[in-house]
């Protein structure tokens, strides 16, 4: 667990405006954001979950899964909202081994308090992610009622790729690793998962 709440953690910074970001390089050439999304993987289409968003908890985020990952949920607002009263929750869903340089995927839900909010904070997590030297492909679709979204590829660190999407007052990420190479999810299954995300909880 400590890898991916080690993430988490960082993911935490990045919303709260703080400039401490773990240094990584980029790993491999662009690969472009795409609409509709690529075709998932059987891990992806297994991850998506048709239930109900608990925004407080991230229940419902992630379909619980059997082996060896596990999915843990965790309320994260606690943590962001003395210091940024404009999130008005924030959450974690993670799928995880627990084993060091094994697989996971990490889902991060923020819901601002405004569209203006929500905005600024995508900006801030794109800055934060330029800085880290990742590799990054962008879709600007929000002004239009859909979805903005970026994608950073980093392959580095034990993490391989971070998708970010904004719709309305609502943020959330998707993270796979160790790698891309080896991880289970592509990333059309990121794209897909945070999609479902979003529908599930602006709907």
Known sequence: MFRVAGFVVFMAIAVVAMTACVSSSSGGGSEP?????NATSEAGSSAVSAALVDADNCSGVLTPVEGDLKLFTDSLTST??????????M?????????????FLAVVLIHLESEDAADDHYELMKGA???T??????????????????????DSDGVGRTTVMRQGEWLVTVTAGPSMAE?????????MIGRGVLKRVGG
């Open 133 to 154: 030297g990742a590799v990054i492909s962008e879709l600007n679709n929000a002004d239009e009622d859909f979805v903005d979204m970026l994608s950073a590829l980093m």
């Open 129 to 131: 992610y330029s800085e």
């Open 183 to 191: 991880s289970l999810w592509n990333a059309g299954d990121m794209e």
């Open 80 to 89: 962001v909202n003395k210091s940024e009263p404009q999130i008005e929750s």
């Open 91 to 103: 959450c974690s869903a993670l799928y995880d081994t627990g084993e060091s340089g094994r697989e």
């Open 33 to 37: 954001v795409q609409f509709p999304p």
